[in-house]
């Protein structure tokens, strides 16, 4: 069993089972309890807490426990198979030609991870271009620019040109050689149209296999709407979540997961180009969890 990091009171729950072929319903409850008051520490939105717990506490009690496991062992794999269910396996992403577009509010920390990306999968063996159309934030062109002679990874922008989706049209142009193209858009405060508008215009120029939308970990609720917006206008495939660095655990982000229908691609977890991993469940739920 992957989940060896648990919180130490769920482990103590879970632990009151050894030695028990049955499970009461009491058992159940004071488990779910405790998955419950993590999650929404974590920020997972309730509903999808409630909807974990009513099949944690349904399986448990019905499924019988397969010969020779102890119950503890058994509501165990329970537990771990819907986390999983809950957060997803990551999203796929094949190592061959592609062209990615990132949408997000801005400061969500799509620069970052276009560069980051980039340097994931130069060290794939990939050849990677990003294309930085964000005309909107000032010091983003340089941002971008110096992110990517860091990470050495080929590199498009145009500081004097004022037209994201022209800039888009050029950069895949001037870029044809590079085997992934990441393709960063301008973020706003707050979900405006001419945002929306905009975005739609550059993922028509661009034709992206992957719509990948960056969160913030510390975004909470205020995930369902720009999911909802962004999924609506371009449609979403993935999700990144940025900034697991900090205090946050990103549980806001499996609403975005939710709303979209989509998965996890990547994780950001600092601000150099290094700091990125593809998601993978163990991981996340030992984080929500813990
Ligand atoms: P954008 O407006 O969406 O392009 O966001 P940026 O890429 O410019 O990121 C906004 C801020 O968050 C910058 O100061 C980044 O250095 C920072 N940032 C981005 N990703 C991470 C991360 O994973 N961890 C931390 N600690 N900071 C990050």
Redesign the pocket.
């Known amino acids: 069993m992957v989940l060896d990091n648990l919180g130490s009171s769920l482990r103590g729950s879970l632990d009151k089972l050894s030695g028990k072929s049955r499970v009461s319903e009491d058992d159940v409850e004071e488990i779910v309890k405790e998955i419950q008051r993590s999650l929404l520490q974590a920020d997972v939105d309730v509903s999808l807490v409630m909807d974990l717990s009513s099949s944690i506490k349904e399986r448990a009690l019905e499924e019988e426990p397969p010969g020779g496991t102890t119950a503890r062992d058994h509501v165990l794999s329970i537990v771990y198979e819907e986390l999983v269910g809950l957060v997803g396996e990551s999203t796929e992403i094949p190592l061959e030609n592609q062209t990615i577009l990132l949408a997000?509010?801005?400061?969500?920390?799509?620069?970052?991870?276009s560069a980051k990306m980039a340097w994931w999968f130069s060290k794939k063996g990939l050849r990677p271009a990003v294309i930085q159309t964000?005309t909107f934030?000032p010091g983003?062109y340089d941002?971008a620019k110096e992110m990517c002679s860091r990470a050495e990874v080929d590199f498009y922008g145009d500081p004097d040109n004022e037209d994201p989706v022209d800039i888009a049209r050029k950069g895949l142009e001037e870029t044809a050689d590079a085997d992934i193209h990441i393709v960063?858009t301008a973020?706003r405060h707050a979900l405006e149209d001419d945002l929306i508008d905009e975005i739609e215009e550059i993922e028509s120029v661009v034709d992206p296999d992957r719509n990948l939308l960056?969160l913030d970990a510390a975004i909470g609720q205020g995930a369902k709407d720009q999911a909802q917006q962004f999924d609506e206008s371009i449609g979403i495939d993935g999700v990144v979540i940025?900034?697991?660095?900090?205090t946050a655990k990103g549980g806001g982000a499996l609403t975005a997961v939710n709303e979209t229908d989509s998965s996890i691609a990547f994780l950001?977890?600092?601000?150099t180009v290094q700091?990125v991993e593809r998601f993978e469940p163990n991981g996340f739920i030992s984080r929500l969890l813990g």
């Open positions: 997000g509010l801005q400061g969500s920390g799509k620069t970052t991870t964000d934030r983003a941002q960063d973020g960056v940025t900034k697991l660095d900090g950001g977890s600092g601000e700091d």
